[in-house]
């Protein structure tokens, strides 16, 4: 591994020079050529602005610009990013800035309290590469963000909008339970567009029912083909929060799955938790009625919002999506970890399946496991696959995954 390490270019800032050095010498001793430091915020961003760097070290307490300023100032100029965060304060301080900085769109590594272990360093770096590695391994590849509502309408027309499927697998076990659709949009220019800036667009020009529409009914045609093979599994679709204030969706989804030959107990709806803030009166009407007709519904990205265990209790839903947020890493972070467990059990007393989102390593799946989550869906596992490569995975994929952890 230490070769790999050794690619890396890392910039430590600190304004003790014990500590720039203490750090730089253990970057050193796993193998970082590359090696850059700064005193304070100002001057790291000096040399940010005039190279990158693979990994930024930041200390919290700097003097001129501390390490808060100075991660905002990353984030907004998107200098870098992925940091390891380090401060002397108490770990819950540290944890909170580490959260904040993910809120930001960095990529957070590891939230130390000093001093820096030299463990903790190897882990954090070595995330980064396999971090690295798995993005480049998903399939959708983002070229360019500049996409038109015109040109959304087009590749509607012309069927450039397809699904990729990511599998969801009991904890117990590794059974295939059900996956989850996941819209893409091979544009024959750009490549392939992820649904993060498609579907916002979509929702912005009024074109989201038509784009539910057309992806629902594919989406019903492969778990229709599925079923052909004899493959039995469940089907989850996103529904966007406008979707819920579409009164003719109710009847418009039991007809397309009475038309597929398809039992609502094999779908599932995904909406997310802020969908459920704003009208919340009409969006429960939709999912109580959804319910009623035998569908599941999924509170998605929870832990992202803001919806507290009252108006949990006042959905009519099946399936608590913990966020990856809350998931990925929690082993190195023992506040993380407390939230991610008060969660489980607040779903378990709403009697919610739980299901576990974005889990990347095998010490995810761990702590997930421990809790006693009922499935998992992350990269760990599998990434989203197109159809054809989602059938070749669960004739050999699965049960090699299987195979694999039985030896543990
Ligand atoms: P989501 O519903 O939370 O879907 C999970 C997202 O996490 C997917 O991103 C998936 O590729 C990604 N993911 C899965 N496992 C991992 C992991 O281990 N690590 C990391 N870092 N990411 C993981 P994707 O496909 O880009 O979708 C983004 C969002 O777009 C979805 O988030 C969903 O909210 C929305 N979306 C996707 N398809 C549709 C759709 O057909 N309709 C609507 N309304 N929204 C959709
Ligand atoms: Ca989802
Ligand atoms: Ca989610």
């Not at 594919?218 to 979707?243: I, M």
């Not at 999924?298 to 399936?319: C, M, W």
Request: contains cysteine; hydrophobic residues 45%; negative net charge.
């Amino acid at each position: 591994m230490k070769s790999v390490i050794s690619e890396l270019s890392v910039l430590v800032t600190d304004d003790s020079l014990t500590q720039r050095q203490y750090a730089k010498g253990l970057c050193s001793e796993l193998g970082v050529k590359d090696l850059h430091d700064a005193a304070n915020g100002v001057d790291a961003l000096n040399v940010l602005e005039s190279r990158g760097v693979d990994v930024v070290l930041v200390d919290l307490e700097m003097p001129i610009m501390d390490g808060v300023e100075l991660i905002r100032s990353m984030a907004q100029k998107k200098l870098a990013s992925s940091v390891i965060i380090l401060s002397a304060k108490d770990p819950i301080l540290i944890a909170s800035v580490g959260t904040m900085a993910e809120a930001d769109g960095l990529h957070v590594l590891g939230t130390f309290q000093k001093p820096l272990l030299p463990d903790a360093l190897e882990c954090s770096l070595l995330r980064f590469i396999q971090d690295t590695k798995n993005k480049a391994a998903e399939p959708h590849v983002q070229q360019d963000n500049e996409v038109t509502a015109v040109e959304l309408g087009e590749a509607l027309a012309n069927n450039e909008l397809t699904l990729a499927f990511q599998p969801k697998l009991t904890v117990q076990g590794l059974m295939l339970k059900g996956v989850e659709a996941l819209a893409r949009w091979r544009h024959p220019q750009k490549g392939v567009i992820s649904p993060g800036v498609f579907i916002p667009l979509a929702e912005r020009h009024g074109m989201i029912d038509m784009l539910t529409r057309h992806l629902l009914q594919a989406a019903f045609q492969h778990k229709r083909t599925w079923q052909n093979y004899g493959l039995r599994f469940n089907l989850a679709f996103n529904l966007s929060p406008l979707s819920l204030a579409d009164s003719d969706m109710v009847e418009w989804l039991c007809k397309m799955a009475e038309d597929h030959g398809i039992a609502p107990s094999e779908i599932t709806f995904e909406i997310t938790e802020n969908a459920l803030l704003g009208e919340l009166a009409s969006a429960i009407q939709t999912l109580a009625r959804l319910r009623l007709k035998g569908f599941h519904i999924a509170i998605d990205d929870y832990g992202t919002g803001f919806a507290n265990a009252q108006q949990l209790s006042r959905v009519p839903a099946t399936e608590l999506k913990i966020d990856r947020s809350l998931v990925h890493r929690a082993a190195a972070r023992p506040q993380q970890r407390t939230i991610l467990a008060s969660t489980v059990d607040l779903a378990k007393n709403l009697n919610l399946t739980t299901v576990a989102e974005g889990v990347e390593t095998d010490e995810d799946y761990r702590i997930i496991a421990d809790l006693g989550v009922d499935l998992v869906q992350g990269y760990y596992f599998s990434k989203p696959l197109f159809p054809e490569d989602l059938l070749v995975w669960i004739k050999s994929g699965l049960s090699q995954l299987r195979r694999q952890h039985e030896k543990h």
